[in-house]
């Protein structure tokens, strides 16, 4: 039987690499994991549960794979209720951060997120998408940006203003608010980088064999047709090899 063939694209937070992983996607026809989600949407059950994130593992990674989750019509649901902008707060962040550091939560998601590899294909977004989810995927991605760029991005859309006009209000010093957001968002995201990167289960990192791409000078377009590119060379070269 051919093997579902896979795109991993891992990075750290605001990188940018959801937009692009859902454009090539789109592009291909293939399915879309977006991991972050169901962290986020482990953490969401685990808030709304009442438990203690930073209490015992078990009672955690028990609701984490037994959440009624599904992803319909764009949107993402917890049992009934479509919880999509809830999951996408700084607090459900930081909070998918905290738990993913648990094995025995990692160990619970692991079966859910492979069962979305599907024909004709699938393109993962993560953290750990090539290093232990789908080890065997036919091109591997690390998308990465620089933490001030990425700062830039995440409050540009926090403050729903374009980027170019929160990038030049900030540096030169022009709203202290936009400032001030700035400011805490990068915090946050240096923050969450140390966590994703220094935790001993599935560190953040790129992966031998990976493919790295900076798109801190990259438009979206650009970063999403490289990966195309890249995937085109894997698909002929494995074409040509059988
Ligand atoms: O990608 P996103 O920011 O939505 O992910 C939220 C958090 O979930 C990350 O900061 C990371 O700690 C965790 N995560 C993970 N492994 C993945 C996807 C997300 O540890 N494959």
């Known amino acids: 039987m051919k093997a579902v063939p896979i795109i991993a694209i891992d990075g750290p937070s605001a990188s940018g690499k959801g937009t692009v992983a859902e454009r090539v996607a789109a592009k291909l026809g293939f399915h879309y994991l977006d991991s972050g989600a169901i962290y986020r949407a482990a953490a969401l059950a685990a808030l709304q549960a009442g438990l ?37 707060s700084e607090e459900c962040g930081t909070s998918a951060s905290r738990i993913a550091a648990l094995p025995a939560v990692r160990d619970a998601l692991l079966e859910r997120q492979r069962a979305f590899a599907a024909a004709p294909g699938l393109v993962a977004d993560g953290r750990d998408m090539a290093s232990v989810v789908f ?13 001030n760029e990425r700062a830039w991005r995440r409050t540009a859309q926090l ?84």
């Open 52 to 88: 203690d994130l930073a209490g015992a593992a078990e009672p955690i990674a028990a609701l984490a794979g037994a959440m009624p989750l599904r992803f319909a019509g764009g949107a993402v649901w917890l049992g009934d209720a479509d919880v999509s902008r809830q999951i996408r």
């Open 135 to 147: 080890q065997s995927a036919a091109l591997k991605v690390f998308l990465t940006a620089g933490v």
């Open 159 to 242: 403050a729903t203003i374009p980027l170019n006009d929160a990038k030049g209000l900030i540096e030169k010093e022009k709203d202290a608010k936009l400032a001030i957001l700035f400011d805490s968002v990068l915090t946050d995201l240096q923050e969450r980088d140390r966590r994703d990167a220094g935790r001993s289960a599935a560190p953040l990192k790129q992966v031998e064999g990976a493919k790295l791409l900076d798109t801190t000078q990259l438009s979206i377009d650009e970063a999403v047709a490289r990966v195309l590119g890249w995937y085109r060379e894997v698909s002929e070269a494995q074409a040509g090899a059988v």
